[in-house]
């Protein structure tokens, strides 16, 4: 199918694809909204922190909305989806794939995977659900993308409950770039806010669970 000017082969199985097969979108929304503020700012780079299997990055991509794309991805069926999708959409020179973790700390951490009917779901820690467990690579972006420095950037992380992680290993560079960012939390909400209000970013939307913070003031609403 082909959705927002990117194309995708589903899998009815799984729980996102049958979404975007069945009613045609999937968090269209979210990806407007996102997409608006690359018209509002030039960014240098989107980092996307929990791809799946390239919804953001391939329409962030396909619609030449910024120059360079970061793709976080530790579930290796999604890394598997990913790759196909990025090369359907002719993005392997403007996509870089991470095939492991984002967190707090470099180590390895235990990843549970969830079903294959929802591989979206799968998440860091211990599992009571009786998923398969797998160890995987984990590193902070602050080591990752320590070359970004003085520049716009846009964020997606969807990461299940492991924000806080992912936050707080992403430090130094939202101190020093100006970022945009879009973040599921269902959890601790007031605390990842206070973390963020606390090195200058602004809650200025929310869209289901995905809370958008800035430290642009052109990006800023009242």
Known sequence: MRFIGAEFTMQPSNYIDRRM??????????????????????????????????LYSCIFGANKAVPTIHSFECDPRNIFHLHG????ND????VTVHPYAVGDEESTITFQMASKKSTGHSYVGAST????????????????????????????????G????????????????????????????????????SIGYKNIHKLGNDWYFTNIPACEET
Do not use: S
């Open 129 to 160: 659900e009786g998923f398969e467990a797998i160890t995987v690579e984990q590193k902070p972006l602050d080591t990752v993308l320590k070359h970004y420095t003085g520049k716009h950037l846009i964020f997606k992380i969807d990461v299940e």
């Open 21 to 54: 097969w069945a009613e045609g979108a999937y968090e269209k929304e979210q990806l407007a909204y996102m997409l608006e503020q690359t018209k509002k700012q030039r960014f240098d780079a989107f980092i996307d922190v929990g791809t799946n299997f390239g």
């Open 162 to 197: 492991y924000e806080e992680a992912v936050l707080e290993g992403m430090r130094a560079i939202l101190e020093n770039n100006a970022c945009f960012l879009q973040i599921e939390i269902v959890d601790n909400m007031d605390k990842q806010i206070e973390m963020l209000a």
């Open 85 to 88: 999708h990025l090369r359907m």
């Open 91 to 94: 993005l392997m020179n403007t």
